[in-house]
């Protein structure tokens, strides 16, 4: 697997998700020409390209419920696909903490949780990936992930996560799905547009990257890690759910990785 190697630059600035790039693929994927789709929301050709192209303005509540409704009449919308456009739009905006902050938010009972949790693996991150907080068994299954602060980082930029994730390849995927769902909303951050150029370093990371795609949870529970210390690999079993308490609802994630016996019994 590629690494990047120290002084080595991105072989050109990736692209960040927009709502005029995602539009124009969903319609291409339907082969749904503009005038059809322009015809279908009430609007101009022109529009649609100009939309399309970025140079317009995000459409309305009625125009992208037309929009939506058209394309969902051809080929049924993914539920992935019909949150991304929506977020992409931009209707709904909400400051984006810093992690510094998310991780002052985690109190002593929302610690002593964590720790409730051994041997199963467990932590707070917040919706970019950031660690926040964990316990010792997530620290240990992933070796190095705190010390680096970003789970989606690490995945490229240590070697380590490639030795202890015995299906890199799903994992790395879901995380990018993930991340470009979470871009999704601050597409135009300087957050967003700042850690894309840093891990556009990673050709692994851009190859995924530029497959598309974005997820918002996680569809299987299964993930299979290597211990290690021991080598053994190792099925956990694993949950993530947003957090809507606290004084930042919605920006923080809870991972919970149950271990599971031979027999397919979780520990716990």
């Not at 790039?21 to 390209?49: C, H, M, N, Q």
């Not at 790395?172 to 150029?197: C, H, K, P």
Request: net charge neutral.
């Amino acid at each position: 697997m590629a690494r990047k190697t120290p002084g080595s630059g991105a072989e050109g600035q990736l692209r960040l998700p927009t709502l005029g790039g995602l539009l124009r693929e969903l319609r291409d994927s339907r082969r749904i020409s503009r005038e059809k789709l322009a015809f279908a929301a009430g609007v101009s050709a022109s529009y649609i390209t100009h939309l399309e192209n970025g140079d317009r303005d995000r459409p309305t509540k009625p125009v992208l419920a037309a929009l939506i409704a058209y394309l969902d009449r051809i080929e049924v919308l993914g539920d992935d696909e019909r949150r991304h456009l929506l977020e992409l739009a931009g209707l709904e905006h909400a400051e984006l903490p810093e992690a510094a902050t998310l991780r002052a938010a985690i109190t002593t009972d929302m610690h002593r949780t964590l720790a409730m949790q051994e041997p199963n693996l467990a932590a707070y991150l917040d919706i970019r990936w950031n660690v926040l907080a964990c316990n010792d068994a997530y620290r240990s299954a992933f070796p190095g992930v705190v010390e680096n602060g970003n789970v989606l980082r690490w995945f490229f930029a240590d070697p380590a996560a490639a030795r202890v994730v015995l299906e890199w390849e799903d994992e790395a995927m879901l995380a990018v799905q993930s991340l470009r769902a979470a871009i999704g909303r601050y597409a135009e951050s300087d957050w967003a547009v700042g850690f894309l150029a840093e891990l556009a370093e990673f050709p692994e990371f851009r190859r995924l990257w530029e497959r598309g795609g974005a997820s918002y949870g996680r569809e299987r529970l299964a993930m299979y890690l290597r211990d290690p210390r021991t080598g053994v690999p190792q099925h956990i079993a694993v949950q993530t759910f947003r957090l809507d308490a606290g004084p930042y609802p919605g920006f923080v994630q809870y991972f919970l990785g149950m271990r599971v016996r031979r027999e397919g019994r979780a520990i716990g």
